[in-house]
């Protein structure tokens, strides 16, 4: 599905991007996966936006090598651009048939060349390295190049595992060095914290007085963190609340542009496009921005092109609604359906000791069906649920009660009494919700495609300040915008 603000090839889907801002253009490389049905191995493609809204594919970047070659399949890496103008680019390469001493797909750290400005690439074989001396050959990935001004030489970060020690906590980001970006010598580690499986695309910047450690893991959460540090050595501070999204949102990497600092990840498919499917390595393209706090923590939200891409907003529930149900649940729903593109802004003042309130996304005229975008202040966290759950058998207790929200769709973040505003965008089968404008979780709506929009209260009361629609240009979007959207009171 491609759309303004996301991006799926036709075909194919999205996995790890590579970005690279230059003259203020993005230019994102990405894993250009087919699922097996080119049965050829991994390339990179590159799409190319100005305003991280509309993005323009210009096709494939670096082919795979082909049947026998060690770079079958291209993974990701990093693009940097020399003192004399040439881009390298550094990247993953992997043939399945060709085994490491761990047994395991051999991984190599590989260089490629462009004097044309990214049109086309020059292999350099000759510059091919594998896992140095402690490490497992077959995780040796994600090499990240950036110059250290004040070492004077170029730094690589590599995803690596040690070949010793719990096999869990193998994972570390190894570092080597180099004066010329063809030979390089391995160093002490940039960061081992013998914490997760692997640190995947790891990448390390600036940003006035403290650098950001980036990177993704499957250990604890699959999901992209950060560490923040005021030395490029460290040691590295973890804040309270260190990941960017939620378990639909991986393998995010950044680049700058004019002060502001936009983030380039995929929202993951689920298999058989359900609900209850695995999770799919691989989706949507999505971009979130990052916004620095005083503290030099940082928060994350759509970029404001993106939410510009709707019109005006369109009261659908009353202002100054007050629901209450201090033991009990009442909610307040929409006449209509909700269109198929649209960006819902829910402004709630919630009341001491409430717990749970939140917004309701294609739900059925009772309010009994659908999606919940949850907050519960006394755990501090925003979830997203579903009614109804899976029904793994006939009769009531059959029903997956004891899953109270979707699992891995858990958002920390303080929710006390007071103001508080959840930020939707929904296209498709896409969701992209952001609690006052810092913690966003994105995730899929599969199983129902239409319904009505709400907002709830259980056991507690809260003020409905401002529930509002806006719609997409019928011209930007191949959906049309549905008219008014009034409201029925359930509760």
Request: proline letters at 5%; aromatic letters at 12%; a negative charge.
């Amino acid at each position: 599905m491609t759309a303004q603000g996301f991006y799926q090839p036709n075909g194919a889907w999205v996995g790890d991007v590579i970005p690279w801002q230059e003259d203020g253009v993005f230019h994102l490389f990405y894993l250009h996966e087919d699922r097996g049905v080119s049965g050829d191995g991994m390339p990179w493609h590159r799409i190319v936006t100005k305003d991280v809204v509309n993005f323009e594919e210009t096709g494939e970047a670096i082919a795979s090598g082909g049947a026998t070659a060690d770079d079958y399949n291209i993974y990701t890496g990093s693009i940097i651009v020399d003192v004399e103008g040439t881009h390298h680019a550094f990247y993953t390469g992997q043939n399945p048939n060709h085994l490491g001493a761990d047994g395991r797909a051999l991984q190599l750290v590989m260089h490629a060349t462009s004097h044309d400005g990214m049109e086309t690439w020059q292999r350099h074989p000759e510059d091919t390295f594998g896992a140095s001396a402690g490490y497992e050959t077959g995780d040796w990935r994600d090499p990240y190049v950036f110059w250290d001004a004040e070492s004077n030489l170029w730094r690589m970060l590599i995803t690596a595992r040690h070949n010793t020690g719990a096999e869990r906590r193998r994972g570390v980001i190894a570092q080597c060095t180099s004066t010329d970006l063809s030979t390089w010598e391995p160093i002490e580690p940039f960061w081992d914290p013998r914490r997760y499986i692997a640190h995947e695309c790891p990448e390390v910047f600036q940003w006035g007085d403290w650098w950001y450690l980036v990177y993704s893991e499957f250990s604890d959460a699959f999901t992209t963190r950060y560490r923040m540090s005021r030395s490029l050595n460290g040691p590295w501070i973890v804040p309270e609340f260190d990941t960017l999204d939620g378990r639909a949102y991986y393998a995010s990497k950044s680049a700058e542009r004019d002060g502001r600092r936009f983030f380039f990840g995929w929202i993951a498919s689920k298999e058989n496009s359900s609900d209850a499917g695995a999770w799919q390595w691989a989706g949507t393209l999505s971009v979130l921005e990052a916004e620095q706090r005083e503290d030099g923590t940082l928060a994350f939200h759509p970029p404001a092109e993106f939410r510009s891409t709707f019109q005006e907003p369109e009261d659908v529930l009353p202002a100054q609604t007050r629901l209450v149900a201090n033991d009990g649940y009442a909610d307040l729903l929409t006449e209509e359906d909700t269109p198929t593109s649209f960006r819902l802004r829910a402004h709630f003042e919630i009341e001491e000791g409430t717990r749970e309130v939140g917004v309701l996304l294609r739900a059925s005229a009772d309010g009994d069906e659908g999606y919940a975008l949850r907050l519960e202040p006394q755990r501090n966290r925003l979830v997203l649920d579903r009614w109804p759950r899976r029904v793994p058998g006939t009769e009531q207790w059959h029903i997956d009660g004891d899953v109270p929200f979707a699992i891995e769709l858990e958002r920390p973040a303080v929710i006390g009494a007071g103001p508080h505003e959840l930020d939707i965008i929904v296209h498709g089968d896409l969701c992209v919700a952001t609690l006052d404008d810092a913690t966003v979780l994105s995730t899929r709506l599969y199983d129902r495609p239409t319904g009505r929009a709400g907002a709830f209260v259980g056991e507690g009361a809260v003020t409905i300040s401002q529930f509002t629609i806006a719609t997409r240009d019928i011209e930007t979007t191949t959906e049309s915008p549905q008219e008014s959207l009034a409201f029925t009171p359930s509760v």
